[in-house]
């Protein structure tokens, strides 16, 4: 079989240099209902019209996804506006296999047996708000409220503090242990990053981009997006210019999408429907993470989403053309295929996943045993989806996502605390 990196060679001849044409079907605002059949009407598809690049995009259950892909369009006609960038490292030469790194791991322990779930507040008393990300202690929640115009929100110990950004459709991203935040704005000319740094917010330099994540260092990751063209880029810190990340020499698409504690950092390159996840390390060295392969074939577009010590999680589109759970080892190189979830939304330090079953529940797994988080709302009937989505350290926190059957199926921001 063909090691990654030549699959991506080949990938890549395939594709036209040139950022292409507009879609014209704005799948991701259906994402972001959460309401799996109002999509499927939205977008006048059956199931047997599904693409596969269709259906890649109307899967992904990230809430990421859903915040940024639905702004791709407007994004990709924005004139370019990013001032210039640090200098990227060398490109990197592809090798044969994936080269492998060593992380100091926990030892094996049990998941929890129960966990309880609450609301997280809405200030203004409103009811949708939705959650992006948790800091590793647990303390922290990420994401935005609606009521009128969306407002990012910072969550410390399940009590909300409003963070405007003065554009729109603006959100909190990613937080770390000292409440420190990022994300991005959206006013006209494309989107600005913003740090939430001390209780102080600064805009991050580079122009157009979207920071992603943020570890306990003060090192941020994300993308300028430069007139349709998707450059990874790490920010030292919030003053800083950014530095850009490598990629294969040809490749004008691509996104950097969390950072780990030691500056790993995770994404993908290439767009939807040909994504291939990325993995860049901090001593400047990048590579492509294995190819998913399920009941014998080849996954045939996968990104990668969350880093925690080593572990990693993204979207698998499998050739069965269903989406799945996925978890790479970079200890061992192991992709690992989870049929069971749909959704492998964010990883501990230990392993363990969070995400949503088949069944369209939010779950926590060790890639072995699965156990459902309680619904705090009842979900609609038929449509309704409830996730995890981000997970602490110690694994007994987790923030995530229930639709509201007694509110028309709003999504409401929950956090789930687990022994």
């Not at 202690?137 to 405007?164: F, M, N």
């Not at 003060?218 to 810190?237: A, E, Y």
């Not at 069971?340 to 964010?346: A, K, L, P, R």
């Amino acid at each position: 079989m063909q090691d990654t990196n030549e699959q991506v060679r080949n990938i890549f001849a395939t594709i036209d240099t040139r950022p292409p044409g507009l879609s014209t079907v704005d799948v991701a605002r259906a994402i972001e209902t959460g309401k799996r059949r109002k999509r499927f009407r939205r977008l006048g598809l059956s199931g047997a019209a599904v693409s596969l690049s269709v259906l890649a995009a109307i899967a992904i259950p990230y809430a990421l996804q859903a915040d940024h892909d639905r702004r791709k369009e407007a994004t990709a006609t924005a004139s370019a506006s990013a001032e210039p960038s640090a200098k990227a490292s060398p490109t990197p030469t592809a090798k044969p296999g994936f080269q492998t790194r060593h992380y100091d791991r926990p030892g094996a322990r049990a998941l929890p047996t129960s966990c309880e779930g609450t609301k997280l507040p809405v200030p203004g008393g409103g009811i949708k708000s939705y959650v992006r990300n948790l800091d590793p202690s647990g303390r922290y929640v990420t994401g935005r409220i609606y009521g009128g115009d969306p407002e990012p929100v910072l969550w410390r110990d399940g009590k909300a503090t409003r963070v405007p950004m003065g554009g729109n459709d603006d959100g909190l991203e990613a937080a770390n242990t000292k409440g420190d935040a990022v994300g991005f704005s959206y006013p006209e000319g494309g989107p600005r990053s913003k740090a939430y740094v001390g209780g102080v917010l600064h805009e991050l330099k580079g122009g157009t981009a979207e920071a992603t994540g943020i570890n306990d260092r003060g090192r941020i990751s994300g993308h300028l997006v430069q007139d349709r063209i998707f450059k990874p880029v790490v920010w030292p810190s919030a003053n800083a210019d950014p530095i850009e990340l490598a990629v294969p020499q040809g490749v004008w698409y691509a996104r950097a999408f969390d950072i780990d504690e030691d500056g790993t950092v995770v994404g993908h390159i290439g767009d939807t429907g040909q994504r291939v996840a990325y993995v860049w390390y901090p001593d400047g060295t990048a590579q492509a993470l294995p190819t998913p392969v399920f009941e014998g074939k080849p996954a045939t577009d996968f990104d990668a989403r969350r880093v925690r010590n080593g572990w990693v999680t993204g979207l698998v589109l499998l050739a069965q053309q269903r989406v799945a759970g996925v978890r790479w080892d970079l200890v061992t190189g192991k992709a690992e295929v989870l049929d069971q979830i749909e959704w492998s939304n964010d990883v501990g330090p230990s392993g363990w996943i969070v995400g949503m079953d088949r069944a369209n529940d939010a779950v926590l797994t060790d890639g072995v045993t699965i156990l459902k988080l309680p619904n705090v709302f009842a979900k609609p009937t038929g449509y309704g989806m409830n996730w995890g989505e981000a997970i602490s350290d110690d694994g007994l926190t987790i923030a995530g996502l229930n639709d509201d059957k007694a509110h028309d199926g709003e999504q409401r921001g929950v956090v789930w605390k687990c022994r």
